[in-house]
């Protein structure tokens, strides 16, 4: 009996840490697209845009896995306390990192279709916001991986940075149309990859919040910081 019980802890435990490594790695993976769709806008690398499209298919196939796993370890093992947290978390974090993976294929899928606009400032917004994307992201996948409740706050923090740089931007192409109306097409086009950037940072900031429920067990607060006057 007290072999069974061993074992059945062990397998209990090897469930619970196949659901965490599977986490991490389609966190590492989304983090991979979102990097890549960033590079085909900033950098006009069409061959990354092609690879963050190529990806979603596997993002996507990572996220049943996670679901099937976690009702499995739901129904079959009564999980209480800290584990249940982790595994309830684990499904909703699941789907933040899809819905990640598919603006990542959106912004790539636009960045093939952006045309030359002669002036700095939308790309350099958009270099800016697809850094601190990036790096917000990392440090959420960090935390989850971690289980580390400060930097999941670290991150919480760092949205109202993202919301300003989509807001200012938002302004500067508006702007710009207004100016110069034959840009209009491709303005259109920044625009759209700076709304799904913008909602890849509030994915980031999801997860965060997920992360520090599940290791605290309390929840941060309803009202997020946000950067001036965002434009939604």
């Known amino acids: ?24 790695a389609m966190g590492r993976l989304v983090t991979r697209q979102t990097e ?28 049943r896995d996670i679901e099937t796993l976690a009702i499995r370890v739901l129904a079959l093992r009564a999980p209480m306390a ?9 499904m909703k974090i699941s789907g933040d990192l899809e819905r990640i993976g598919d603006c990542a294929a ?14 700095d400032v939308p790309a350099g917004a958009l270099r800016s916001m697809g850094r601190l ?8 996948i960090d935390a989850l991986d971690q289980r580390d ?26 702007t710009y149309m207004m100016e110069d109306p034959r840009t209009i097409r491709s303005c259109t086009h920044l625009l759209f990859i700076a709304k799904n950037l913008e909602r890849i940072g509030d994915h980031a900031t999801n997860i965060a919040e997920r992360v520090y429920y599940a290791a605290t067990g309390e929840m941060l607060p309803t009202e997020r910081p946000r950067g001036g006057a965002s434009v939604r």
């Open 133 to 140: 994307v990036q790096e917000n992201l990392r440090r959420a």
């Open 82 to 90: 800290g584990d249940l947290r982790e595994i309830v978390a684990a």
């Open 36 to 63: 890549q769709a960033v590079a085909a806008v900033v950098d006009g690398d069409t061959e990354a845009g092609r690879m963050a499209q190529a990806l979603d298919p596997q993002v996507d196939q990572l996220e």
């Open 149 to 174: 409740s400060a930097r999941a706050v670290e991150v919480w923090q760092s949205d109202a940075a993202v919301d300003e740089l989509y807001t200012a931007m938002f302004r500067e192409l508006v």
């Open 106 to 119: 959106s912004v790539a899928k636009r960045a093939l279709k952006v045309e030359a606009v002669p002036t």
């Open 1 to 24: 009996m007290v072999k069974e019980q061993a074992h059945t802890v062990s397998s209990y435990e090897q469930q619970l840490s196949q659901l965490r490594g599977m986490m991490v």
